[in-house]
């Protein structure tokens, strides 16, 4: 079995500042931009609301390199925290000691607990395959969960009825 990268993620800030929070500017658009850096991003994107309310989602409207875009902002479900993450940069005495494999750290650089998706030309709706995705979390928790013995009990007199 092919193995997979190995890394660890350290959710305390080790006595720095207070974690910034991002809620209300982490946007998920639907492109591709091919660009990792810092953009005055607040100067040309500036999404506002509408007024319309669609399938209980606050509508807002936008424009992205001129395609007009519909988004609405989403809490993150309860029970999940939404994270920025970047790569830990290590000092050179600690990079030294620490071998190739093991070399995958990364920490916490804003926190989030909302965010806003958007559609290109069409409203945003509960079928929308990202708030679809959050339905596959209560699912996993229920996947996951320990079964208890009177429930095997039960689904197993259940199946027994149907055969």
């Known amino acids: 079995m092919e193995k997979g990268i190995q890394g660890t993620i350290n959710l305390r800030r080790n006595g720095e500042e207070e974690t910034v929070d991002l809620s209300g500017k982490v946007h998920l658009l639907p492109c591709c931009i091919k660009y990792n850096g810092p953009c005055d991003v607040s100067d040309y994107f500036k999404p506002k ?33 939404g994270f920025v993450l970047g790569k830990k940069s290590l000092d050179k005495r600690k990079a030294s000691n620490i071998s190739e494999g093991n070399s995958n750290c990364w920490e916490i650089n804003a926190k989030y607990k909302n965010i806003t998706y958007w559609n290109h030309d069409s409203l945003p709706s509960q079928d929308d395959a990202f708030l679809r995705s959050f339905h596959w979390l209560a699912v996993a928790k229920t996947m996951h969960e320990p079964v208890a013995a009177e429930d095997l009990v039960s689904a197993s007199a259940a199946l027994e009825k149907l055969n």
Not at 49 to 77: D, H, N, Y
């Open 49 to 81: 609301p509408t007024g319309m309310e669609s399938e209980g989602l606050k509508t807002q409207e936008a424009c992205f390199r001129g395609r007009k875009l519909l988004g609405a902002s989403v809490p993150i479900p309860d029970g999940y925290s």
